[in-house]
């Protein structure tokens, strides 16, 4: 069965520091999403991407944050300069056109 | 008032009994209602969607929409130990690219 694929499960960066979290989103979907949990506390939506642009953001969703989909299977978020605040779980999801999004098994982002 | 309500818990249930999770919402453009399982440092498996109001039914799971109260509910019944996880419903607005909102997740135990 096709999966959305998450990539690295764990990270652990220095605060100030740059990440790039990546996903594969599942291959004839249309549609991408990035989510966060912050332990504890609910999903939040951060950002849809839709026909290589941003579709909606969150207000979390600031000029510290970017992604882009560099070719036909990855999707990518970039954080530039890392805050404590930043560690959560990220989810990248997926959807074809209909209303079910498909998610990844997370990337655990830790700022020390 | 939060968009969407949901009793974290934790609720706790022997095996075999029929288990009732609900949510509550404000927002009256929610068109589309899902259901997620996530068990402890994974990501959201969608279990049930449901457009609009009514009832589906797959297996031991049911999903109940009232759009007329902004109710929801997942009923599973014959409740098993592998059941045991935190059960998140989400919602969306009409729109190919909407986001989710997520409740805060109800932890559920299924003990022998």
């Known amino acids: 069965e096709p999966e959305v694929t998450q990539t690295p499960s764990h990270q652990v960066t220095q605060m100030g520091q740059e990440v790039i979290l990546r996903c594969v989103p599942i291959?004839?979907?249309?549609?991408f999403y990035w989510y966060r949990q912050i332990l504890g506390q609910k999903v939040e939506f951060l950002v849809s991407?839709?026909?290589?642009?941003?579709?909606?953001k969150s207000e979390i969703f600031d000029d510290q944050f970017s992604v882009e989909r560099p070719d036909g299977s990855n999707f990518t978020l970039k954080i530039r300069s890392t805050k404590l605040e930043d560690s959560a779980m990220y989810f990248c999801?997926?959807?074809?056109?209909?209303?079910?999004?498909?998610f990844g098994a997370g990337t655990r982002l830790s700022v020390l | 008032q939060k968009e969407v309500e949901q009793d974290p818990g934790p609720l706790s249930v022997p095996e075999g009994a029929i288990v009732s999770l609900n949510c509550t919402y404000s927002?009256?453009?929610?068109?589309?209602f899902m259901w997620y399982r996530q068990y402890s440092r994974k990501g959201p498996e969608l279990l049930m969607y449901?457009?609009?109001?009514g009832n589906k039914e797959d297996g031991r799971f049911t999903a109940q929409v009232d759009k007329s109260s902004k109710y929801i509910s997942l009923f599973i019944r014959d409740s098993q130990p592998s059941d045991s996880a935190t059960y998140l419903c989400?919602?969306?607005?009409?729109?190919?690219?909407?986001?989710?909102?997520f409740g805060t997740g109800t932890r559920l135990q299924v003990t022998l």
């Open positions: 999801a997926s959807k074809r056109g209909e209303n079910i999004q498909y």
């Open positions: 291959s004839n979907h249309l549609y």
């Open positions: 991407f839709y026909n290589n642009e941003i579709s909606e």
């Open positions: 927002n009256s453009a929610f068109q589309y």
């Open positions: 449901t457009y609009s109001s």
């Open positions: 989400a919602m969306s607005e009409s729109g190919t690219a909407s986001k989710l909102t």
